[in-house]
Every structure is written in C-alpha cells, then in structure tokens.
C-alpha cells in the first residue's frame, strides 16, 4: 500500500495530489533519491527548477568547466552496470560530459516521468494535525506529502556582487553560476572577468584564448594546482572498473575526502627540506586537488600548511614572468587548504600573456561600474577599465542559499530561516529539530562541500531511504532532530572545525563571501568515513538522538 492512501485517510484537503515523498531538486542527489525511494514503492514527485535534470552541471556551463574530482570517482556507485559501461573521456570530465551523463541516468532508471522540470518549490509548511507536508510550487500548485527531501544542492545560489553601477553596464554581463545555454563566443571582445576563485580559474584561460583583451579583477589570490587534465586510456578505465568494489569502499570508509589516495602517514615538519620539496614536486607533477594530502598535518598546524604554502607561491613565481603580476597571484592571507584549494590548466601562465592584465581590487576596489567600463578607486588614484561584457565569477550562496529562498514552516509555524538566523543548525547534517519529516541531501554539518560530493551524496540519500523504510516498517509517522542532540552536534562540528586551519581564512565554508551572513564554520570535518560510521550507528541505536512519534501500529497488530 503506498502512503498516498494512508495520508489521505487523515483527511487533509482532498483535491490536493498527495505523495509519500517530496523531493526538492533533481541534480544527482535528487536524482539518486528518486530512484532509491521508487524501489521501496513509494510515491514520489521531484521539483526541479532549472530545464533540465543535472543541478549544479545544468547551470554551470561556463568556458572550462569541468569537476576538479577525478570523474571515474566522481561519479554513482549504486549500479554496477553503470560503472562498468559509462566511458568518461577524460581525467576531469568537461561540464557538458557531466550532463549527459546525468541526463543517460534519468534516461537509464526511468526517472523523468517523476521529474517535473522548470517548477520551483516556493513553500513547505509542515501541518501538524495531519502529519505531512504542504508544499506549494511556483506554477500554482500545492501538493502533500509526509517527507520532504531538500536535494537543493550547496553551490547552486548564485551570488550576484552587491556593486554599485552593475545595472547601468551596457555590454552583457553573465555568472558563472548561472551561464547561457547558447555558445557565448568573446572574440574580439574586450572582457572582465570578477572574481578569482575556482570558476574563475578554470574560465579566464579559456576566455583568454578568444578575447581581444581579458582583464582579471583580482581581490583574493587562491591556492591553484594543475589538473594535468588528459584523455582517460582503456587501460586506466580498466583498472577502475575492475577494482571499483573495494575502491568504492575505501572512498566511502577509509577516506577523509570521499577520494582514494594515499594516506599520509607523516606530518610535513617530520621531513627535510629536500624531502619535502621532492614530495611536493611529485604531487604538484601528477596535478588535483590530492596535493594537500601529501602530508597529515597541512590543514592543522601552521608551520607544516606554509612549507605546501610556499612551495605553491615558489611555483607561482616560476611560473608568472612579471614579478609584480606573480607577486599579486600569490596567496598571502590564508593558509593553503582553508579555502577550497583550486584545480586549473594553464591558469597562472595566462597571465604571461600579452592580451592579460591583472588589476589588484584589494587595494584599488571596484569603485562602481559605468557604462562601458569598471571604475578602481585606491592607491593608484581612480582608473577605468574599458570592458565590452563582464564575466562574474563571485561564487554562490553556498550550503544555505537555496535552502533559504525556501519559504519552510516547520512545528508551530517557525520558519527555517529564523531558526537558522544565528547560522544553521541541524543534527548529523540531516534535519533540523522542529522540523519533522524534512531532510536535507549533503546538508551544513556534514561533510558535503568538503568532499567528493557524490560520495557524501550517495550516503545520504541511502541513509534517509533506509530511515523511511524503518519509519513505514515501525508504523511510525514522524521522525525529527532532538533539540540536545543538535546542540550537541552542533557543537561537534564548530569544536572539530576549531582544531583546524580552516576557519583562518574568510571562505564561504563560513559564510564570510555573503555579508550579514552569520560566521560559523557549515561542512563538518570529521571526515566522510569517520561521519558514515557515526550516521550508521546512530541508526542501529534505533535513530539516537532523534524523536519518533506515533504508534507502533504493525507491531501491535500483530
Ligand atoms: P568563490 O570561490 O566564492 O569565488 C568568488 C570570487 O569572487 C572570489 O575571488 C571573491 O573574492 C570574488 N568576489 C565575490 N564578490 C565580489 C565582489 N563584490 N567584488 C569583487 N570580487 C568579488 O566562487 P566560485 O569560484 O564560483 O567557486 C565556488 C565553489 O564552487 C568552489 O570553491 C568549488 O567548491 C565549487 N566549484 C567547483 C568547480 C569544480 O569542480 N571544478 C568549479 C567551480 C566551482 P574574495 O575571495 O575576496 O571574496
């Protein structure tokens, strides 16, 4: 029987469509969701605000990008039949690659006549006489359901900069987060590009290649390590495929990150400085983000992440031709690591190009934007930079952002946004006390951004299909965060980010790119293997810290 029928009998507004399962978003999170909840039978109706199924790969179609995770890792592990026939091309699959590979899925598990695309979630509002959710859609809709499943995404908020003038620009300005769909072709226009994290990385060398002149607008340098991305060779898809069981489970239990590499067995001051340099310089050879795992102590003590630091800026250095461009590429305000390390081809040697300029917003910032030109006012006086369109790569309001535009109503009608006023607040990352019925896919207090997001992804969505089953199993109808369990996890997670070098540097982990936006530190760094084991016992304790309702009904019937 499926919950479409037990709903209903509690009488709630008959002509409104009532399903088991609402699922925000189908990006590969939703996506997974979908397909694990439709296997247990139940029903289940996907909101989907972008065109198409892909999430973050569907809006992120900006020149350059591709995933900076190694794509035979950064891709589902839940079929075996998908992992063994899907080729990717290269080492770091381009966007438009990750796509198709996210359409080929809806395609392959049948997921679309779920999906209902171009339909934003406006509102959930939990009615407690009922047991279930009330969600309204922005075709006008409203529908119920007993769960809802947030599969947001962390980065798909794009963040427009709050810079006076932009509105009075007369060439066409684009985000990164939120890209055309059509080619965009800059030859022979003159371009600036704001912003220099990693969508800016992976985008000037290409839009270098085809503008008459680029202009980088620069107010934070950021760590970047080659991807020495290639064409994958048979050979090296067959030797993934082949040990994907146990490769798949070091990356879900063994890992920090969710990515197999080799553990660090020592911290970077237990080496010489040949040794060490040596160390580097293979990591730095073979490329990605598996440069910070050379050593185990680079994202904990300071003296240990600035000799991976320096070795970074010396590279930087070698690279850049002009010492006053090199000396403004090289990071100097946070350690290596505490801002997502960035992943690039070609980026540093594009600015030994002669079409390239470098303009340091950090002591000259943008003053306004005029019609034809961004206008710096500081130490150098006021200077106006001539622009035919503006690339802005300013990043996203990440982990919370699209949770928030979200109008939610949890018990006695409290918002999530005011709850999370202070910063957000959840247990385990997967529901937020007085918020029954409501969880959230790689959500802040679990490891999400900090690691191969379709590992954490995956977890997630088996942990909550599990948890429903139970919960349908044990005839229970609500399930939600214990207040002192989330002020202990809470807690946790601020605890082991303090013992880290993270929270030195003002990156989105903490909210610091949004102003006003509280400052705590949102991903959880336990690590995904440390995490998944805490997740999985607090199930087998029969769902610790979390408050059950309802009567046992199967069992006393029986
Ligand atoms: P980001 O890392 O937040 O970088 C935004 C950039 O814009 C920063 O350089 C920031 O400077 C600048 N900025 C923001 N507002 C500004 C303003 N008003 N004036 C001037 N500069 C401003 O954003 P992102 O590059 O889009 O990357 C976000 C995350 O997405 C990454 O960390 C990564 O996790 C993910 N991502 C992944 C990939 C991949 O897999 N390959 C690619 C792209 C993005 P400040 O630092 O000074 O604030």
């Not at 007993?146 to 932009?166: F, H, Q």
């Not at 918020?435 to 969505?461: D, Y």
Request: glycine share 10%.
């Amino acid at each position: 029987m499926s919950a479409v029928q037990s709903i209903s009998g509690k009488g709630h507004a008959a002509n409104a469509a009532t399903y088991d399962v609402v699922v925000v978003g189908a990006g590969f999170a939703g996506m997974y969701m979908l397909h694990r909840l439709r296997k247990q039978g139940l029903s289940v109706r996907v909101y989907e605000q972008g065109g198409d199924v892909g999430g973050t790969w569907y809006w992120n179609r900006y020149p350059g990008a591709r995933c900076d995770v190694e794509s035979m890792q950064y891709s589902y592990s839940f079929s075996d039949e998908l992992q063994q026939q899907w080729d990717w091309s290269e080492r770091y699959a381009p966007q438009p690659e990750i796509l198709k590979y996210a359409n080929h899925v809806a395609d392959r598990f049948k997921l679309r006549p779920d999906i209902q695309l171009g339909t934003r979630v406006d509102s959930a509002a939990f009615d407690e006489r009922a047991g279930v959710w009330s969600v309204t859609t922005s075709d006008g809709k409203t529908v119920t359901a007993k769960y809802v499943v947030l599969a947001t995404g962390c980065l798909s908020n794009a963040r427009m900069p709050d810079i006076e003038g932009l509105s009075d620009f007369k060439g066409q300005v684009y985000h990164t987060g939120h890209w055309p769909h059509e080619q965009i072709d800059f030859t022979g226009l003159r371009v600036g590009v704001i912003g220099t994290g990693s969508s800016a990385i992976q985008s000037v060398p290409v839009i270098a290649e085809q503008a008459r002149h680029l202009t980088v607008f620069q107010r934070t340098a950021n760590f970047s390590i080659p991807a020495r991305n290639a064409a994958l060779t048979p050979e090296e898809r067959d030797s993934f495929r082949s040990n994907y069981p146990e490769l798949r489970r070091i990356a879900r239990e063994e890992s920090r990150n969710g990515i197999v590499q080799e553990l660090p067995d020592r911290g970077a001051l237990e080496d010489g400085d040949n040794v060490r340099r040596a160390k580097y310089e293979t990591r730095w050879t073979r490329g990605g983000l598996t440069f910070m795992g050379v050593y185990n102590n680079l994202v904990l003590d300071k003296a240990a992440n600035d000799t991976a630091a320096n070795f970074v800026r010396d590279k930087i250095a070698q690279i850049v031709s002009d010492p006053s461009t090199a000396k403004l590429l090289q990071p100097d305000n946070h350690p290596i690591g505490a801002k997502r390390i960035c992943v690039d081809t070609d980026y540093y040697a594009t600015f030994n190009r002669a079409n390239v300029t470098l303009v340091d917003i950090r002591s000259n910032p943008i003053e306004r934007i005029l019609p034809y030109s961004v206008r710096t006012a500081g130490k150098e006086g006021i200077r106006d930079y001539e622009v035919d369109a503006l690339v802005l790569a300013t990043g996203f309001d990440a982990m919370t952002g699209s949770v928030a535009k979200i109008d939610i109503r949890g018990r006695n009608g409290l918002t999530l946004n005011a709850k999370w006023a202070e910063g957000p607040r959840t247990y385990l990352g997967l529901m937020s006390a007085g918020f029954p019925n409501l969880f959230i896919i790689t959500g802040p207090g679990s490891p999400s951004v900090l690691s191969n997001m379709i590992v954490s992804i995956e977890q997630h969505v088996d942990w909550i299909a599990d948890c429903i089953a139970t919960m349908r199993h044990r005839g229970l109808d609500t399930i939600e965060a214990g207040k002192d369990a989330e002020d202990r996890w809470v807690a946790h997670v601020n605890e082991v980010a303090q013992g880290t070098l993270y929270p030195q540097a003002n990156s989105w982990y903490m909210g610091a790119n949004i102003p006003g936006k509280p400052q705590i530190f949102m991903p959880y760094i336990g690590g995904v293997g440390v995490y998944r084991q805490i997740c999985n016992d607090v199930a087998a304790k029969g769902y610790e810290g979390f408050v059950l309702t309802g009567a046992e009904r199967q069992r006393a019937a029986s």
